[in-house]
């Protein structure tokens, strides 16, 4: 199968994001694992005075763990999919939240910049064309010492997680989305996630992009060795 991309991909988002939320509800522990990233990224208090951006939002999720962990950051919310992001900005949010509408590769043309204290990243960077680039424009988008944030499936390399991986999709995933009409999506997810970098490799590419202090913390339950909180920072300024 050849992988959605672009504009394809979004126009996937945007058919998913009616049902999207009631999908991802059904993976144990999806939204408690994502608070359990933001917290990974070690930022001080309630995040008063933060700047975050919140890179591939989607329905807001991602957007609600940091709200929850952060409750005084100024998040700045941002997705490709216009359905996706109306499902998202629809939602009750206290103040301190702005969601804008854009591609990963190009913030700068939705008035989306720096510096930020925090970018996160949450399974985002295996659907874009260029992560290496999307990385770089993040180190870029950060303050010195500011930190990033990845919460993606990358793969441990054991054959056994690949075939866990392969059993969800088939024997879930999949047979409900193709009954709400999205199953060419969900048929992108298993593919996207089984040919994407594993752990170690997208922690490299990560240290590449520019980042220092680079950790690769496993997640719990069903998805060990499926998903990985990344963190790293960008390196302080030359004193």
């Known amino acids: 199968m050849t992988l959605l991309r672009d504009e394809d991909l979004s126009t996937a988002f945007d058919h998913a994001a009616r049902s999207y939320d009631a999908l991802v509800a059904a993976n144990p522990g999806y939204h408690a694992q994502l608070r359990r990233s933001v917290r990974r990224l070690g930022l001080p208090g309630y995040g008063a005075g933060l700047r975050l951006l919140d890179l591939g939002c989607g329905t807001g ?16 919310a941002v ?10 900005a629809a939602k009750p949010w206290a103040s301190g939240v ?7 590769e190009r913030l700068a043309d939705a008035g989306v910049t720096g510096p930020f204290d925090a970018v996160f990243a949450a399974y985002l960077l295996r659907n874009v064309a260029d992560p290496d680039g999307v990385l770089t424009a ?17 793969l441990s390399g ?17 047979p409900v989305a193709s009954v ?6 969900y048929r992108h997810l298993w593919h996207s996630v089984t040919r994407f970098d594993t752990a ?9 992009a520019g980042f220092d202090h680079v950790r690769t913390l496993p997640l719990p339950g069903w998805q ?4 990985h909180t990344f963190v790293a920072r960008r390196p302080e300024a030359a004193r």
């Open 200 to 208: 170690d490799r997208f922690a490299a590419r990560i240290r590449a």
């Open 224 to 227: 060990t060795g499926i998903a």
């Open 180 to 185: 709400l009409g999205d199953g060419a999506l």
């Open 138 to 154: 993040a180190r870029d988008l950060l303050a010195a010492g500011g930190r990033l944030g990845v919460h993606e499936y990358t």
């Open 98 to 104: 702005t969601f804008v509408r854009a591609p990963a």
């Open 158 to 174: 054991r054959r056994a997680d690949r075939t866990v991986w392969t059993l969800v999709c088939r024997g879930l995933l999949r």
């Open 79 to 88: 997705d490709a999919s216009a359905g996706m992001l109306r499902r998202a």
């Open 61 to 76: 999720a991602s957007t609600a763990a940091l709200r929850a962990v952060l409750p005084a950051a100024h998040i700045t």
